[in-house]
């Protein structure tokens, strides 16, 4: 008898796992079409504007070391770059 009874609990704790295991769905599983792809639009936006961040950020940095430069007295630029340049 006790291994009957050991026998069938065995079985159902197998069926129970596979049940929750089925059970388990995904966040994707759960939202809808509709849902996800607005989701995913958002994410391609934030995406986006990040890049726009960044190459704005590049930009103004290239804009302000000319704009430093050319602030730079004549010393100054002989100083930073020294005997660099061609001499003729």
């Known amino acids: 008898m ?3 009874k050991q026998h069938t609990q065995q079985r159902q704790q197998q069926q129970q796992k596979s049940v ?3 059970d388990q769905l995904t966040l994707k599983d759960q939202l809808n079409d509709d849902v996800l792809s607005k989701l995913k639009m958002a994410k391609q936006s934030l995406v986006t504007e990040a890049k726009e961040k960044e190459e704005e950020r590049q930009a103004k940095a290239a804009f302000d070391k000319k704009q430093k430069e050319k602030n730079m007295s004549f010393e100054e630029l002989l100083n930073q770059y020294g005997n660099q340049g061609s001499k003729f």
């Open 20 to 22: 929750s295991a089925d």
């Open 2 to 4: 006790a291994k009957k």
